[in-house]
């Protein structure tokens, strides 16, 4: 079975809590947002999201419905999309807010990806690493102009 962690990390001047206000207000994301174009739904674990993304490298965009997994404010936010079946596809995006020192935050944003059918989206893998690096640096942007 295929089973691939994609990552970006970066370190933002803010509090978690200001990272999380502006990872969270999905109505502004076509303001600013490269990668998550459009996200609308309840944020809830359990609810239902609708995600528009659109790939940094070729520019295509593609919708998808994700179940939100977890739900922790100010420190971790996961949504899991599944095509047939789990075992066939699976992919879960992970937001990870990590304090560093007083006014410092660490934005962990992963993507895990597995199942049988996994490999037939091994470039879909690569083109969100350079995806999920420019939503970072749109969101580090975001947040610290506001201070």
Do not use: C
């Not at 200001?18 to 809830?44: D, H, M």
């Not at 935050?105 to 879909?124: K, M, N, V, Y």
């Amino acid at each position: 079975m295929f089973d691939r962690v994609v990552a970006a990390e970066i370190e933002i001047e803010g509090s978690p809590k200001r990272v999380w206000q502006k990872l969270t207000a999905f109505e502004e994301f076509p303001e600013w947002n490269p990668y998550l174009i459009s996200v609308s739904g309840r944020l809830q674990s359990g609810g239902i999201l609708e995600v528009t993304t659109q790939n940094e490298v070729d520019h295509r965009t593609e919708s998808s419905r994700a179940r939100l997994h977890r739900v922790k404010p100010a420190e971790e936010m996961s949504w899991r999309e599944t095509k047939l079946l789990p075992f066939l596809f699976e992919e879960e995006h992970i937001f990870r807010l990590e304090p560093v020192g007083e006014s410092r935050t660490r934005l962990i944003q992963s993507e895990h990806i597995s199942g049988w059918l996994a490999p037939l989206f091994s470039g879909r893998v690569r083109s969100h690493q350079a995806s999920m690096e420019a939503m970072n640096r749109s969101l580090k942007a975001r947040v610290e102009a506001g201070r």
